[in-house]
């Protein structure tokens, strides 16, 4: 079986991104910012968008409502060259609206509804036959919610039979983080993309090192800590090291920089590359990422080339 794409599975929303906002703003009853506007979003959307700018073919399977927002993000993802053919509508649950309010220096915080499409993504909603075709399946969004978890479980079996590439990203959901509560699905994965603060508490450990034990413990074949302005570090059963971070980038806005760094490491691993060279192109294609409001400021490959060849 030719296996010549990528599956992502996960968090999909309609991102209204407002910036810069003063920390001072909810003691005011006007606060004027220079940008309001909207967006296509969601780790698994932006995963799937960046790679479709890096030359990778991927299908996209989350869910969506079926309101003008879901419509907006099926058109939106079809017209960026990602496969929609499996982002389901709900009728229960409307589409997952993100408050994104960005900070002065670039940081950013979510509000977003709990009772809304993304969250209660379920394993009927799942195509095997595209999972089973993959080179890699990305499980986006660990963490998000037990219906999508369980999702991602069923998901990783067949695509673990099937032989392919599983990574994962990591979320921030407060009752479901820990390590005991994903066993399965951890002792099935070969790449896992946390950042520091929610390996940390994922794990209750401090040093990378004994963060990347502790998921390895469980199983998974190879950690990839994002380390923000550090860049990342990597551990497995052979190695461990850290790869720098790309410096002397302007931060307007830090929405979606770990989606893209797992895009960015994603196309390595489509391309065989070894793992280093994966997370040069992860760096990367973040550094570029916090460049622009919002997650899809990424245009191409040659824009990542572009930058590794310059520093």
């Not at 990528?6 to 991104?17: N, Q, W």
């Not at 790449?191 to 401090?206: D, G, M």
């Not at 790869?243 to 960015?264: E, M, Q, S, W």
Request: aromatic fraction near 10%.
């Amino acid at each position: 079986m030719t296996k010549n794409n990528v599956v992502c599975i996960g968090l999909t929303v309609a991102d209204i991104l407002i910036r810069p906002v003063p920390l001072e703003f909810q003691k005011r009853d006007t606060t004027f910012v220079d940008e309001i506007t909207y967006a296509a979003g969601g780790d698994a959307y932006n995963e799937a968008y960046a790679l479709t700018r890096l030359g990778v073919p991927v299908k996209l399977i989350s869910s969506v409502g079926s309101d003008l927002w879901g419509d907006f993000i099926i058109k939106t993802g079809k017209k960026a060259g990602i496969d929609m053919e499996y982002v389901v509508f709900q009728k229960k649950y409307p589409t997952t609206i993100s408050l994104v309010v960005i900070r002065e220096e670039g940081e950013r915080n979510f509000i977003v509804a709990r009772e809304s499409s993304a969250m209660f993504f379920e394993s009927e909603a799942l195509d095997k036959p595209s999972i089973e075709k993959a080179k890699i399946l990305s499980l986006a969004s660990l963490y998000s919610s037990y219906e999508m978890d369980n999702a991602f479980l069923e998901a990783a079996k067949a695509a673990k039979k099937a032989g392919a590439i599983i990574t994962a990203d990591t979320t921030s959901s407060l009752d479901l983080l820990t390590l005991q509560s994903r066993a399965e699905l951890l002792s099935l994965l070969d790449f896992i993309f946390p950042n520091y603060e929610e390996a940390s508490r994922i794990t209750k450990e401090t040093s990378p090192d004994g963060i990347a034990k502790a998921f390895l413990k469980y199983g998974v074949k190879n950690v990839v800590i994002k380390t923000g302005i550090n860049g990342c570090y990597i551990q497995n059963s052979e190695e461990k090291f850290e790869v720098p971070a790309y410096k002397n980038t302007r931060l307007v806005d830090t929405t979606g920089a770990g989606d893209n760094f797992a895009a960015g490491f994603i196309y390595g691993l489509f391309n065989d590359l070894p793992i280093s060279q994966c997370a040069a192109y992860a760096n990367a294609a973040a550094a570029i990422s916090i460049q622009y409001t919002g997650a899809g400021g990424l245009k191409s490959l040659k824009e990542v080339e572009d930058l590794m060849a310059g520093s």
